[in-house]
């Protein structure tokens, strides 16, 4: 297992999904979407990361994208899906580096769990993902209702794993994120800085 502030030993390895699981999105994502939408990609960048929280935290696909391009659009408007389809494609890009250490964790017998700011369309594809079958718990925001670094999304993470806080080690790679985990008494590790497996 990997060494806890102290020198002890952490239980649980926790991984953020976006930029450390998966690679950063390609650099036409946006250009690519903005023309789906018959957008200016200034406008249509402007508005996916303004309103990503709130889309993260659970906000239903069709508001969200509504936002994004600034018109209003139904659940059933093909848009919506389309959007949706292209969206999770830009992040379905996985670090290959990561993958395999936390195959690599996994044979190793590690406790090893997701906690993601990711929405309802992004997560249902996680949890089907191959890869992610090594995870014995995968938290996601938009069903918790929380985000990253809400100190309380941390809190829940503790309840869901059931340990203590010098038992977790937490991988993201936002300051702002490791941070939060830091203050709420987790090991963080700003990515790409990672727990080593052991070796038998």
Request: proline letters at 3%; aromatic letters at 6%; one cysteine or more.
């Given at each position: 297992m990997t060494a806890g502030p102290s020198g002890g030993v952490t239980s649980w390895l926790v991984f953020d999904y976006g930029q450390v699981i998966s690679l950063p999105q390609p650099p036409d994502t946006m250009a690519a979407m903005a023309a789906i939408a018959a957008v200016p990609p200034t406008t249509f960048t402007d508005g996916y990361w303004r309103h990503r929280l709130a889309y993260d935290a659970g906000c239903p696909a069709e508001q969200y994208w509504s936002q994004v391009v600034g018109r209003p659009l139904s659940a059933a408007d093909p848009l919506v899906a389309e959007l949706d389809l292209a969206d999770i494609a830009s992040w379905s890009h996985l670090n290959p580096r990561t993958v395999a250490l936390i195959d690599d964790l996994a044979h190793d017998g590690h406790g090893l769990?997701?906690?993601?700011?990711?929405?309802?369309?992004?997560?249902?594809?996680?949890?089907?993902?191959?890869?992610?079958?090594?995870?014995?718990?995968?938290?996601?925001?938009?069903?918790?209702g929380l985000t990253k670094p809400d100190p309380a999304i941390f809190a829940e993470l503790l309840r869901q794993l059931g340990a203590p806080a010098t038992e977790v080690t937490f991988v993201d790679d936002r300051p702002e994120n490791c941070q939060a985990a830091t203050d709420a008494g987790l090991t963080a590790l700003l990515y790409p800085q990672v727990p080593t497996p052991s070796r038998r």
């Open positions: 769990a997701l906690l993601s700011n990711a929405p309802a369309s992004l997560a249902a594809t996680i949890d089907a993902a191959d890869w992610a079958a090594v995870l014995h718990h995968r938290l996601f925001s938009c069903r918790l």
